[in-house]
């Protein structure tokens, strides 16, 4: 089942913070953060395994809740390079990703 | 290293045409997954396959679409036949471990079906 993402879609300045949110219906296993730049392939960003997990890549992060079965990403200080849609993927107790349908973002000069 | 390559990159076909899209996957990645994209529905996983064998195919549309991977490093996604409502981008990914790992996902093939 696809896990929702909100907002759909933020414009920032740059320098400003944004937080993107994944939440699912179902239990969640691990969730992975990926990005995708305009005609491009989506790119990893980090996986979170265990609730109450947070990480750090750079200026970006995200934490993970299992007991609410959502996970946030949040963007500090943005840069122009940020923009793109980010995808949150929920892992089950399976193999597959189920993906939400991304929140575009764009960071503006 | 190269990493996930994908053909063809582009396809326009017509309605009743059989497509074929390849992949093939990192070296040494033992799990492949195909999924699609499109405005409306996002990135939906069709299929993947874990050391050559396929382990869920429930996201696979219709009768239409199917999926081999002969070996470990080539596989095809077959639509046959055609129809406008396929036009998307196909990515294939792979991964060393099918769970819980980095996937690294192809340029992408741009199907449309006229």
């Known amino acids: 089942q696809q896990p929702v993402q909100s907002p759909q879609a933020v414009i920032l300045r740059e320098g400003e913070d944004a937080v993107i949110n994944c939440s699912s219906s179902?239990?969640?296993?691990?969730v992975h953060w990926y990005r995708q730049k305009h005609g491009e392939a989506p790119v990893f960003l980090m996986i979170?395994?265990?609730?109450?997990e947070q990480k750090g890549h750079d200026k970006i992060s995200a934490s993970f809740n299992e007991k609410k079965q959502q996970s946030s990403l949040y963007l500090t200080a943005s840069q122009l390079s940020y923009s793109g849609t980010y995808f949150c993927?929920?892992?089950?107790?399976?193999?597959?990703?189920?993906f939400g349908k991304g929140t575009s973002l764009l960071v503006t000069p | 290293d190269a990493g996930v390559i994908q053909s063809p990159r582009h396809e326009v076909t017509e309605m009743g045409q059989e497509v074929t899209l390849r992949c093939k996957p990192i070296?040494?990645?033992?799990?492949l997954f195909w999924y699609r994209q499109t405005m409306m529905r996002g990135l939906e996983l069709l299929i993947y396959?874990?050391?050559?064998?396929?382990?869920?195919d429930s996201g696979m549309p219709e009768d239409r679409f199917s999926a081999k991977m002969p070996n470990a490093s080539f596989s095809t996604l077959k639509i046959q036949p055609s129809e406008p409502r396929d036009s998307a981008v196909y990515f294939c990914?792979?991964?060393?471990?099918?769970?819980?790992?980095?996937?690294?996902f192809g340029p992408g093939t741009r199907l449309t079906v006229l």
């Open positions: 990914a792979s991964s060393s471990a099918p769970r819980d790992n980095e996937q690294f």
């Open positions: 179902k239990a969640l296993y691990s």
């Open positions: 979170l395994l265990k609730g109450g």
């Open positions: 993927g929920s892992g089950d107790s399976g193999y597959a990703l189920n």
């Open positions: 070296s040494g990645h033992n799990s």
């Open positions: 396959f874990n050391n050559n064998v396929p382990i869920d």
